[in-house]
């Protein structure tokens, strides 16, 4: 059985000497953490912060500003 912690084989870009870089294929991770924004900051937030954060998570990334910041505060704030 495979270990839960093992990752793919890097595909390295650009050859075996080339300073480009290690693509990880096909195999998504969750982040260990949860992220711990407050509303605020979510408001705050630029739009490609919220464009990283939702690709960290795996998430679909669609619509404009609005749309995608309304989407990170109802998938990652709780309800007080």
């Excluded at 093992?6 to 290690?22: D, F, H, M």
Aim: glycine share 8%; hydrophobic share 35%.
């Amino acid at each position: 059985m495979e270990s839960v912690t093992t990752r793919p084989s890097p595909k390295v870009l650009g050859g075996a000497n080339s300073q480009r870089g290690i693509e990880w294929c096909g195999h998504f991770q969750m982040p260990l953490h949860y992220p711990r924004y407050t509303q605020a900051d979510y408001e705050a937030m630029p739009e490609w912060r919220l464009d990283c954060l939702l690709k960290e998570y795996g998430l679909p990334i669609f619509g404009d500003v609005h749309n995608k910041r309304k989407f990170v505060m109802g998938a990652f704030l709780w309800i007080k």
